[in-house]
């Protein structure tokens, strides 16, 4: 079999993934590359890698895209990793910055502030890094693992998640397993079961990755409480809205 090439997003909530990849012996002939959530799109619409674990947001931008996995990044209550955080409360935000790592999250807020909040701030999109350092920022919408330090920053913080289960009373998928064309039935199969291997192994995870967890975080707790990894009937549903949502806003 030639070598399959894949992009997973390279933030905690998906270690157990990359760690299912990397030790259950399912899988042999692959190169990983860990990347930011609209980087693994990107690498997958230009054919750089043959799969990608590609943000909900960019979904459209690929047509009839193949979804190669019983596994996906979602929630079903607070997520932890995706906020909006703010100076001001929700009826008087007047401009949100967009965070450049996941075009999921900016789509989702938003989807969020036309649908549920019924507000119309402006929007700025930051460059890279620039969420790191939000200090300046009104309002940001910022993803991954630079929220666990600087969520303490801003007095209002609002879960993305959260706000979507609350308004839907379905849960969100943030990013889903596809191809762009058909991929052999065997490897899916041990791809499947090494994405599982990692799910079931998740205490694992703290020591593979001793030196990549954001200090002070309770990785396994995060998991456990804030990711729901199996891409179910309910999360189809949720996705499904969520893309049609998107849609109207385009419109």
């Given at each position: 079999m030639?070598?399959?090439?894949?992009?997973?997003?390279?933030?905690?909530n998906?270690y157990?993934?990359?760690?299912g990849?990397?030790?259950?012996?399912?899988l042999?002939?692959?190169?990983l590359q860990?990347d930011v959530?609209s980087?693994c799109a990107e690498k997958?619409?230009a054919?750089?890698?043959d799969?990608?674990?590609?943000?909900?947001?960019?979904?459209?931008d690929?047509?009839?895209?193949?979804?190669?996995?019983?596994y996906?990044?979602?929630a079903e209550n607070k997520?932890k990793?995706?906020?909006?955080?703010?100076?001001?409360?929700?009826?008087?935000?007047?401009t949100?910055?967009l965070?450049?790592?996941s075009r999921s999250s900016?789509a989702?807020v938003q989807?969020?502030?036309k649908?549920s909040w019924?507000?119309?701030p402006e929007?700025?999109s930051?460059p890279?890094?620039k969420?790191?350092?939000?200090s300046?920022?009104e309002?940001?919408?910022?993803i991954?693992?630079k929220?666990?330090?600087?969520?303490?920053?801003f007095?209002?913080?609002?879960?993305?998640?959260?706000e979507?289960?609350?308004?839907?009373g379905?849960?969100?998928?943030?990013a889903a397993?596809?191809?762009?064309k058909?991929?052999?039935?065997?490897f899916l199969?041990?791809?499947n079961?090494?994405?599982?291997?990692g799910?079931?192994?998740?205490?694992?995870?703290?020591e593979?990755f001793?030196?990549s967890?954001p200090?002070?975080?309770?990785?396994?707790?995060?998991?456990?409480e804030?990711i729901?990894?199996?891409?179910?009937d309910?999360k189809?549903k949720?996705l499904?809205?969520?893309?049609?949502?998107?849609k109207?806003l385009?419109?």
């Amino acid at each position: 079999m030639d070598l399959v090439k894949i992009s997973a997003v390279s933030y905690l909530n998906t270690y157990p993934f990359v760690l299912g990849i990397k030790t259950s012996g399912e899988l042999d002939d692959i190169e990983l590359q860990l990347d930011v959530p609209s980087i693994c799109a990107e690498k997958l619409k230009a054919g750089i890698v043959d799969l990608a674990l590609v943000p909900a947001g960019a979904l459209p931008d690929f047509i009839d895209p193949y979804f190669v996995s019983d596994y996906c990044i979602g929630a079903e209550n607070k997520v932890k990793t995706v906020l909006l955080l703010s100076h001001q409360p929700l009826e008087k935000i007047s401009t949100i910055h967009l965070d450049f790592d996941s075009r999921s999250s900016v789509a989702l807020v938003q989807v969020l502030a036309k649908n549920s909040w019924k507000i119309s701030p402006e929007w700025v999109s930051l460059p890279p890094g620039k969420a790191q350092r939000p200090s300046d920022i009104e309002s940001l919408v910022a993803i991954g693992d630079k929220t666990f330090q600087i969520s303490a920053d801003f007095p209002y913080v609002y879960d993305l998640a959260e706000e979507w289960v609350k308004f839907t009373g379905l849960p969100f998928v943030f990013a889903a397993w596809i191809s762009t064309k058909p991929l052999h039935e065997g490897f899916l199969l041990h791809f499947n079961n090494a994405l599982a291997y990692g799910v079931n192994h998740i205490h694992e995870v703290p020591e593979f990755f001793r030196n990549s967890i954001p200090k002070g975080v309770d990785a396994v707790k995060y998991f456990e409480e804030n990711i729901s990894y199996r891409f179910d009937d309910k999360k189809k549903k949720g996705l499904e809205l969520f893309l049609s949502l998107l849609k109207e806003l385009k419109k």
